[in-house]
């Protein structure tokens, strides 16, 4: 299975404040990487596909960015409503696998 | 608008099995690949298996195989998962996922709302 690592394991920044999240692939995976967000008790939601693809209706200061195995999540502007946790996930193999999470919170 | 909604929490004992399930309304169950993820208490995400419907195969977790079956009602338009043999390991929330269509690979694009399973004694 592809394992994939993911930093830091929790952040905390300010409102408006630039964060960033990176997943590392034990292998090649190409650009096959999706981000998405958890906030408490509610399902996942898709935010990112294919490393650097906006899903449809996802806010344009979220982005992401691949250079080889190392992929990096991005906020350019952290929102209160950004509170979160969030996963990477691999889906170049199956099984699929996750990330083990970064947990947002606000300074 | 497609929808997922899944069937209510359940309480098990160790040994006991669980069936959940996922009613999908807005697309058709066999259009696109389906898909399941559990999550432990205070813990990550973990891929159960999911359905992809160009082979028309089922595909789980080396960890799940012969522990958990994946079903479809079509005339419900709704998708089972079934785990036998219940232990307090598998006590997490289960969720079902759409997978984008018209894409490679499994890109989760719409959720259930997640059912919590409890095995306990």
């Known amino acids: 299975d592809i394992q994939m690592t993911q930093s830091p394991s929790s952040l905390s920044a300010s409102v408006g404040d630039r964060v960033t999240i990176t997943c590392q692939a034990s292998?090649?995976?190409?650009?096959?990487l999706n981000w998405y967000q958890q906030k408490s008790g509610k399902a996942p939601k898709l935010l990112i596909y294919d490393a650097s693809n906006l899903e449809t209706g996802v806010p344009s200061r979220f982005s992401g960015s691949v250079s080889g195995t190392d992929f990096t999540f991005s906020i350019s502007s952290l929102q209160p409503e950004d509170i979160a946790t969030y996963y990477c996930q691999q889906h170049d193999n199956l099984p699929i696998t996750f990330g083990q999470g970064t947990r947002l919170e606000i300074k | 608008q497609v929808q997922l909604v899944q069937s209510g929490a359940e309480v098990k004992k160790p040994g006991a099995s669980v069936k959940v399930s996922c009613k999908v309304s807005g697309y058709t169950l066999t259009e696109f690949s389906r898909h399941w993820v559990r999550q432990a208490p205070e813990k990550g995400l973990e891929w159960l298996g999911g359905f992809d419907p160009e082979s028309r195969e089922t595909f789980y977790a080396q960890k799940f195989q012969g522990r958990v079956t994946m079903t479809e009602d079509k005339s419900t338009n709704t998708a089972y998962m079934e785990v036998i043999s219940l232990r307090a390991e598998d006590t997490a929330v289960y969720y079902c996922?759409?997978?984008?269509?018209?894409?490679?690979?499994?890109?989760?694009?719409?959720w259930g709302q997640g059912t919590l399973v409890t095995v306990s004694s």
């Open positions: 292998q090649d995976i190409s650009n096959y």
């Open positions: 996922a759409t997978g984008k269509p018209m894409v490679r690979g499994v890109i989760l694009d719409y």
